[in-house]
């Protein structure tokens, strides 16, 4: 099964306008964990520059994709943010991702492992803890003021 990764690359106008989109974009955790085919989403600032933000969303079909693209509440705040001078630039990419690795070493008795694995169960396979001597690897939780929105966690 292909996998779809959407990254987005929003320069917003100001401070106050990145506040305004996230009051906007504030029950968008709620939609995407509705939406089929929708895997994982998160948001951050840029280290460098702090008018960029960057998005990366994971999902199990282009069409899934679209379709959040296309989506009522998608479209409709983007159109708000761009209308209110909020959004300043919004860069999207989207990529076809044809596999994924965990590569882990474990700081307590340095065993490494390298391993394919099945993003849809992403946090399940983080959870795992070092087959070796047991230690637990920290894994980001998903919060209500987080930035990272994990959908495999509530299946």
């Known amino acids: 099964m292909a ?15 990145y506040a305004k989109f996230k009051l906007i974009f ?9 939406l089929p ?11 460098q520059d702090p008018t960029w933000y960057n998005e990366i969303s994971i999902w199990t079909s282009l069409e899934a994709l679209k379709d959040w693209h ?16 909020a959004i300043m630039e919004d860069i999207i ?10 590569i882990r070493v474990c700081p307590c008795c340095a065993n490494i492992t390298d391993q394919p ?4 169960c992403e946090q399940q396979v ?21 930035t990272a929105v994990f959908k495999d966690i509530h299946d």
């Open 3 to 17: 996998i779809y990764q959407s990254m987005q690359r929003v320069r917003f106008s100001s401070p106050d306008g």
């Open 26 to 34: 504030g029950e968008v955790r709620h939609q995407l964990k509705q």
């Open 37 to 47: 085919g929708f895997m994982h989403l998160t948001w951050w600032v840029h280290p």
């Open 70 to 85: 296309m989506n009522t509440y998608h479209k409709n705040a983007k159109e708000w943010a761009v209308r209110s001078g």
């Open 93 to 102: 990419t989207n990529f076809e991702l044809k596999s994924t690795r965990l």
């Open 117 to 120: 694995y099945e993003l849809k």
């Open 126 to 146: 983080l959870a795992q803890p070092c087959p070796k001597c047991g230690f637990s690897f920290p894994v980001m939780p998903e919060t209500p003021d987080s």
